[in-house]
Antibody
Framework: EVQLVESGGGLVKPGESLRLSCVGS????????MIWVRQAPGKGLEWVSSISSGSNYIYYADSVKGRFTISRDNAKNSLYLQMNSLRAEDTAVYYC???????????????????WGQGTLVTVSS | EIVMTQSPATLSVSPGERAALSCRAS??????LAWYQQKPGQAPRLLIY???TRATGIAARFSGSGSGTEFTLTISSLQSEDFAVYYC??????????FGQGTKLEI
């Protein structure tokens, strides 16, 4: 059974940092593209970032570019999101997801999430 | 950036009836479209990918259609557990992989 478990959320002040983790099990983590999606309270889904299986292809939403860094450790079946310079508008539940697709040098294929974690809440408030 | 627009924002339907949810893309996404279901306090769940392929374990009453810019998620005979929020997402043009704003399906 595929499982994704996020951790690392919490309450931080504006300008502070936080690192989210996501551990995958029940599948070969190193074979899969992984994504982060967030959902602000009472709002819809927003794609945040994605990373290919070998970390060659990394993409960010404009809203987090330059502040967030996605990474992975395939030996630990783990995905990370380092979030710096946090703002109130970053308050959200952050979900990690497994994507069945992949990226080549010219484009990416099937980067949607077929499995999701339960989410971890990040609250940015003074 | 491709904008995904879902309609209606809220759809009121009775159990046993058919529901059709619409998703429109601001430019062609070919068939690179997914549908998700989200219930309160839960993570989203993949229903449909490739515009019309049901994900593993998804009931046959869920079907997807369309290509290019116009897509529809149809639930043929609503069950009580189907009342939720539904999102479409395009994965043809990136970044970003954009979602629609959601359609709430209510009794």
């Amino acid at each position: 059974e595929v499982q994704l478990v996020e951790s690392g959320g919490g309450l931080v002040k504006p300008g502070e940092s936080l690192r989210l983790s996501c551990v995958g099990s029940g599948f070969t983590f190193s074979n899969n593209h992984m994504i982060w999606v967030r959902q602000a309270p009472g709002k819809g889904l927003e794609w945040v970032s994605s990373i290919s299986s070998g970390s060659n292809y990394i993409y960010y939403a404009d809203s987090v570019k330059g502040r967030f860094t996605i990474s992975r450790d395939n030996a630990k079946n783990s995905l990370y999101l380092q979030m710096n310079s946090l703002r109130a508008e970053d308050t959200a539940v952050y979900y990690c997801g497994r994507a069945p697709g992949y990226c080549s040098s010219t484009r990416c294929y099937d980067i949607f999430s077929d499995y999701w974690g339960q989410g971890t809440l990040v609250t940015v408030s003074s | 950036e491709i904008v995904m627009t879902q309609s209606p924002a809220t759809l009121s339907v009775s159990p046993g009836e058919r529901a059709a949810l619409s998703c429109r893309a601001s430019q062609s996404v070919r068939s690179n479209l997914a549908w998700y279901q989200q219930k309160p306090g839960q993570a989203p769940r993949l229903l449909i990918y490739g515009a019309s392929t049901r994900a593993t374990g998804i009931a046959a009453r869920f079907s997807g259609s369309g290509s290019g810019t116009e897509f529809t998620l149809t639930i043929s005979s609503l069950q009580s557990e189907d009342f939720a929020v539904y999102y479409c997402q395009q994965y043809n043009n990136w970044p970003p992989y954009t979602f629609g704003q959601g359609t709430k399906l209510e009794i």
